[in-house]
């Protein structure tokens, strides 16, 4: 291509028509695909995923003529089957959200009987979300659950309902798995007692920033402490939720079988859910690389019978999953096994070709990204 070069820019500079001389990702996530011709929409998501640089194929003057848009390539849209139906998790986001800011930032006294009355809502929400776990036909995902806005609230009921599933498969019997939700409901209360400039920090934090971040589960099992609110048990499963079981967790550097069950499975709840989860500060991981770096780490931080029940009922990539390949083509999950969930049978987009990812033909193919349906590439679009 004659006076055309290859060059990085700053989104701000692109102009549209200007075409791609790479993909471009935000962490696993393809936003869109080389050769890609920048149009209004493809600026508007570089721009919201904080995309600084792009690669473009450019002449001096940083301008090209204006090509023809690329045809678009149209699904039907099918949502993920939810887990929880939205007017309860609303109801659940809440009453999580009342019960925290019942706690003043600035640590002084709540008035009890509105923490007393939070809590019976609360309760009642925990109740509701058992029924579903105790209901539940298969497996349970969370894709529902996740939303970036609001992090804290949305990232209990997740926590919440991994913990709950996680102890039914361990044997809890109900009144059990209800305490379990209550404790995994409310881990991050002492959040509330945080800057929420420091918990949203892109930055690196300091020592004295992250021993304060570090100081949440006591803040928190001691908020409820002083207003009466809960028990030894629920007290000890918050203070306790990043301990490790080889003893170098906080705050109390507890090991193996001194850490309290509750508190170990809603270690491993909060760090799937986190780690999986889009935040200010770094992109969400894969399901799969999830489930490894969990797995890795089983010895260290966490049980291996916890972990193993944990996973036992997870879907990680539910059906109507719209999923990067690593050849570089969408695909949407229509079918998932048991047993090897981490590769599921996928759909190409816009065409009938199944690739069944357990299959040994397909061994050197890996998802290599989750797209949510809002950030679908330039070229690829849903119809209602």
Same mark, same amino acid.
Request: hydrophobic content about 40%; aromatic content about 8%.
């Given at each position: 291509?004659?006076?055309?070069?290859?060059?990085? !820019?700053?989104?701000?500079?692109?102009?549209?028509?200007?075409? &791609?001389?790479?993909?471009?990702?935000?962490?696993?996530?393809?936003?869109?695909?080389?050769?890609?011709? +920048?149009?209004?929409?493809?600026?508007?998501?570089?721009?919201?995923?904080?995309?600084?640089? !792009?690669?473009?194929?450019?002449?001096?003057?940083?301008?090209?003529?204006?090509?023809?848009?690329?045809?678009?390539?149209?699904?039907?849209?099918?949502? !993920?089957?939810?887990?929880? *139906?939205?007017?309860?998790?609303?109801?659940?986001?809440?009453?999580?959200?009342?019960?925290?800011?019942?706690?003043?930032?600035?640590?002084?006294?709540?008035?009890?009987?509105?923490?007393?009355?939070?809590?019976?809502?609360?309760?009642?929400?925990?109740?509701?979300? &058992?029924?579903?776990?105790?209901?539940?036909?298969?497996?349970?995902?969370?894709?529902?659950?996740?939303?970036?806005?609001?992090?804290?609230?949305?990232?209990?009921?997740?926590?919440?309902?991994? *913990?709950?599933?996680?102890?039914?498969?361990?044997?809890?019997?109900?009144?059990? +798995?209800?305490?379990?939700?209550?404790?995994?409901?409310?881990?991050?209360?002492?959040?509330?007692?945080?800057?929420?400039?420091?918990?949203?920090?892109?930055?690196?934090?300091?020592?004295?920033?992250?021993?304060?971040?570090?100081?949440?589960?006591?803040?928190?099992?001691?908020?409820?402490?002083?207003?009466?609110?809960?028990?030894?048990?629920?007290?000890? *499963?918050?203070?306790?939720?990043?301990?490790?079981?080889?003893?170098?967790?906080?705050?109390?550097? +507890?090991?193996?079988?001194?850490?309290?069950?509750?508190?170990? !499975?809603?270690?491993?709840?909060?760090?799937?859910?986190?780690?999986?989860?889009?935040?200010?500060?770094?992109?969400?991981?894969?399901? *799969?690389?999830?489930?490894?770096?969990?797995?890795?780490?089983?010895?260290?931080?966490?049980?291996?019978?916890?972990?193993?029940?944990?996973?036992?009922?997870?879907?990680?990539?539910?059906?109507?999953?719209?999923?990067?390949?690593?050849?570089?083509?969408?695909?949407?999950?229509?079918?998932?096994?048991?047993?090897?969930?981490?590769?599921?049978?996928?759909?190409?987009?816009?065409?009938?070709?199944?690739?069944?990812?357990?299959?040994?033909?397909?061994?050197?193919?890996?998802?290599?990204?989750?797209?949510?349906?809002?950030?679908?590439?330039?070229?690829?679009?849903?119809?209602?």
């Amino acid at each position: 291509m004659d006076g055309v070069q290859k060059r990085n !820019i700053k989104v701000k500079d692109a102009q549209l028509g200007m075409r &791609l001389a790479g993909p471009v990702y935000v962490g696993n996530i393809l936003l869109a695909r080389k050769d890609s011709v +920048l149009d209004e929409e493809a600026l508007r998501l570089f721009t919201t995923r904080e995309i600084q640089y !792009i690669p473009v194929y450019t002449d001096v003057e940083l301008s090209v003529p204006v090509a023809p848009a690329p045809v678009v390539q149209k699904e039907k849209y099918v949502a !993920i089957k939810a887990t929880v *139906s939205e007017k309860l998790k609303e109801e659940t986001i809440d009453s999580v959200k009342q019960l925290f800011n019942c706690f003043p930032e600035d640590g002084s006294a709540p008035n009890k009987t509105t923490v007393y009355q939070c809590v019976n809502n609360l309760e009642g929400a925990v109740d509701d979300l &058992l029924k579903v776990v105790c209901n539940a036909e298969g497996l349970l995902h969370i894709s529902d659950l996740k939303h970036f806005d609001e992090y804290t609230y949305h990232h209990s009921l997740s926590v919440a309902m991994l *913990s709950m599933v996680t102890g039914r498969e361990l044997g809890m019997d109900n009144d059990t +798995l209800f305490r379990l939700g209550r404790s995994a409901m409310l881990h991050d209360i002492g959040k509330q007692l945080i800057p929420i400039g420091l918990l949203n920090k892109k930055e690196k934090l300091t020592e004295d920033e992250f021993n304060l971040i570090k100081a949440h589960p006591m803040l928190g099992a001691d908020s409820l402490r002083r207003t009466e609110v809960g028990d030894k048990e629920l007290w000890d *499963s918050i203070m306790h939720h990043h301990e490790k079981v080889n003893g170098k967790g906080y705050p109390s550097q +507890l090991a193996g079988d001194d850490i309290p069950l509750f508190a170990k !499975i809603i270690s491993v709840a909060d760090v799937y859910d986190a780690v999986t989860s889009y935040r200010s500060y770094r992109m969400p991981m894969l399901p *799969s690389k999830a489930y490894q770096t969990i797995y890795d780490d089983i010895g260290v931080s966490f049980d291996y019978h916890v972990v193993k029940a944990f996973f036992a009922n997870l879907e990680m990539y539910p059906v109507n999953t719209v999923v990067e390949l690593s050849d570089e083509r969408l695909g949407i999950v229509v079918e998932t096994d048991s047993r090897l969930r981490l590769r599921p049978v996928v759909r190409v987009w816009g065409s009938d070709e199944i690739i069944y990812l357990t299959s040994p033909a397909c061994a050197s193919i890996e998802i290599t990204g989750v797209i949510s349906p809002s950030d679908l590439p330039p070229g690829f679009a849903f119809t209602a």
